[in-house]
């Protein structure tokens, strides 16, 4: 089946504890992406890649970081997360001609305490 | 940059009842359009999207939308809806050719009355 999996699907950490959230996709796209969710704020991308080694900043980086070693897999990390860090998640990826539209992962819900 | 507004952050409707979610976008550029629906605590499904061609586009579960370049406008419409449409619906603009991603709005709750 086709599909961005996304890990975990929930996590509740400290302030200041490095974190990584997993995601990967078996449909050889070359584009992945990465958005949080906020109440009232819709979805906001965090961070992008267009292929193998390539990333850019979305609207909302500061924080985050993230590595495209392979194609399928584009990990976010949090070096020190803090608590305006608590959201829900979505990875995202789709092929380069993006007007097929992208296959969104089922989310990643993060608590900082 | 692109920028998508959604005008209702809440719509109530009844059950069998037609309903309209409106998005408006702006862009200097031509843009690819999408609705994505988000069931509760589900992640986001594609529903339509416009590329070119027809501005009528017909989706999955009976939505249809309709793109009006001049009134930069991408609406979303459903002739009778079921309380099973209960959901987060988001309208998402991407450039033709670019290179970011989608931008949102802010979303669209939409709320089936019995």
């Known amino acids: 089946e086709a599909q961005v999996t996304q890990n975990p699907r929930y996590l509740i950490t400290v302030t200041g504890k490095k974190l990584t959230v997993t995601c990967s996709q078996n449909?050889?796209?070359?584009?992945m992406s990465w958005y949080r969710q906020d109440p009232g704020l819709g979805l906001r991308q965090i961070y992008y890649?267009?292929?193998?080694?390539?990333?850019d900043k979305g609207d909302v980086p500061e924080g985050y970081k993230v590595s495209r070693k392979e194609k399928r897999n584009f990990p976010l990390i949090l070096e020190s997360p803090s608590p305006n860090q608590t959201s829900l998640y979505f990875c995202?990826?789709?092929?380069?001609?993006?007007?097929?539209?992208?296959?969104f992962g089922s989310g990643t819900r993060l608590t900082v305490v | 940059a692109q920028s998508v507004t959604q005008l209702d952050s809440q719509v109530p409707v009844f059950e069998e009842a037609p309903v309209e979610l409106r998005c408006n976008y702006s862009?200097?550029?031509?843009?690819?359009l999408f609705w994505y629906v988000q069931y509760p605590n589900q992640g986001l499904q594609l529903l339509l999207k416009?590329?070119?061609?027809?501005?009528l586009v017909k989706g999955i579960n009976g939505f249809e939308a309709e793109f009006n370049k001049s009134q930069t406008s991408f609406h979303l419409r459903k002739p009778s809806v079921h309380i099973s449409d209960t959901a987060e619906y988001f309208c998402?603009?991407?450039?033709?050719?670019?290179?970011?991603?989608?931008?949102f709005g802010k979303g669209t709750h939409l709320i089936i009355q019995p």
């Open positions: 890649s267009m292929n193998v080694e390539v990333t």
């Open positions: 449909m050889n796209h070359e584009y």
């Open positions: 998402a603009v991407t450039r033709r050719g670019g290179a970011d991603g989608l931008t």
């Open positions: 995202a990826s789709s092929f380069s001609g993006r007007g097929r539209g992208y296959t």
């Open positions: 416009y590329l070119s061609g027809s501005t």
């Open positions: 862009s200097s550029v031509s843009v690819y």
